[in-house]
């Protein structure tokens, strides 16, 4: 079993509507959690960190944690062509040190 | 701020040869430093988790003698791919943890380097 589990996609989403990607892990002792997004060719880029339970909001982005069912997600809003990108989830365990384990990450597509 | 770069950015060589990929934290100090590998169409794999002034923590399966990570400094980490191999060829990728900004240390990463072995 994989610890950090995505959808791999693609996801379709048309252009002004809502993403919603999810993020499932099995260690109920992760205490971090990461959404990265990288675009073809290129390194990944860091857009949201979340580390409690609830909403965390950054712009059009909306990152949601729910430690008890071990789940994180990430809602885009308002969705642009320039979206169109592998969104990430990475965790992070504390007796891992520092150490992320990444998801296999969604591919987003945004049709305008 | 956090801004992590790589050196080079792409690399061709000759079987047999070692390449040599430098990462740097530009304004921040790094004390640790990671080292990924990304296959195409595959999800980052962490190959070893370089600390300052001491040896690197390679994951299983990676072959330390093969992928030397020298960290001289706070702000540099080197990654030397020996005796390369066609199946070496690959995206690798450095991410820093900075230390000091916030409690969770957030990583960032650099912009990659892409080589291939012919």
């Known amino acids: 079993q994989k610890e950090v589990e995505q959808n791999s996609g693609p996801l379709s989403v048309p252009e002004g509507a809502i993403a919603s990607l999810n993020c499932t892990y099995s260690?109920?002792?992760?205490?971090?959690f990461f959404w990265y997004r990288q675009y073809s060719g290129k390194s990944p880029e860091l857009i949201m960190s979340?580390?409690?339970?609830g909403d965390k909001e950054d712009g059009r982005f909306t990152a949601q944690l729910n430690k008890a069912s071990q789940y994180v997600s990430l809602l885009i809003r308002d969705s642009q062509p320039s979206d169109s990108a592998t969104y990430l989830c990475?965790?992070?365990?504390?007796?891992?040190?520092?150490?992320?384990?990444f998801g296999g990450g969604t591919r987003v597509l945004v049709k305008p | 701020g956090a801004v992590v770069s790589q050196h080079p950015s792409w690399v061709i060589c000759k079987s047999g040869t070692s390449v040599k990929i430098e990462c740097r934290s530009l304004d921040f100090q790094a004390t640790t430093m990671f080292w990924y590998r990304q296959f195409p169409k595959q999800s980052l794999m962490l190959m070893a988790t370089s600390n300052e002034g001491s040896k690197a923590t390679y994951e299983q399966g990676v072959e330390k003698d093969k992928f030397l990570i020298n960290h001289a400094s706070l702000t540099l980490s080197t990654l030397t791919v020996t005796s390369a191999h066609p199946e070496d060829s690959s995206f690798y990728i450095c991410?820093?943890?900075?230390?000091?900004?916030?409690?969770?240390?957030?990583?960032?990463f650099g912009p990659g380097t892409r080589l291939t072995v012919l």
């Open positions: 979340i580390y409690s339970n």
């Open positions: 991410s820093a943890k900075s230390s000091g900004r916030g409690s969770y240390n957030e990583q960032f």
């Open positions: 260690d109920r002792g992760s205490q971090s």
């Open positions: 990475a965790v992070k365990h504390k007796a891992a040190g520092n150490k992320l384990t």
